[in-house]
């Protein structure tokens, strides 16, 4: 049999020279900050329990007030509350709403310390994920185990009792 002739080496595949073990690090990291990503969304969704702007309680998601792009602020748990989908959506591009919220709320003041701290660039560490990673489970855990206590009662909100 013939050999078939050799195809032109393929240019369009370029392999990373570093050897496996070598190309971890970036993607670790990258692979932390999603589960970190994911257990703050878990936990603010416990805590807030439906949107804060419209009090949707389906389709939630967290919002931030400062953008994501901001690292500063991204995990800060002043800074991402819960909000539906729509208003996460109109979020991006009318924040007046969102941010108007968080000044009633928490204060002007709050607001110009979380501006100023989410310009000054940061750059996570693999500890300090690991330590948010933790930080977010045992609050994950606290919320739910108070969730369950509230759920278990013969009125589901305690808040609901009439004192009349
Ligand atoms: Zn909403």
């Not at 369009?12 to 703050?40: A, C, F, Y």
């Not at 591009?93 to 204060?107: E, H, I, N």
């Amino acid at each position: 049999m013939i050999p078939k002739p050799k195809m032109k080496a393929k240019k369009r595949k370029r392999i990373s020279r570093l050897p496996r073990g070598h190309r971890k690090t970036k993607s670790e990291l990258k692979r932390l900050e999603d589960e970190v990503w994911r257990l703050q969304s878990k936990m603010v969704r416990l805590r807030d329990k439906k949107c804060v702007l419209c009090g949707a309680t389906e389709k939630l998601t967290q919002g931030h007030v400062i953008s994501t792009k901001m690292a500063s602020t991204r995990y800060d748990w002043l800074n991402v509350h819960c909000q539906c989908s729509t208003c996460n959506y109109r979020h991006q591009f009318s924040p007046d709403l969102y941010q108007a919220w968080f000044v009633r709320k928490y204060g002007g003041g709050a607001f110009v310390d979380l501006s100023q701290k989410a310009h000054q660039p940061h750059k996570f560490t693999k500890d300090e994920l690991e330590r948010l990673k933790m930080g977010f489970e045992l609050l994950i855990e606290n919320l739910e185990k108070v969730s369950h206590l509230s759920n278990t009662g013969d009125n589901n909100d305690p808040r609901n009792v009439s004192t009349d």
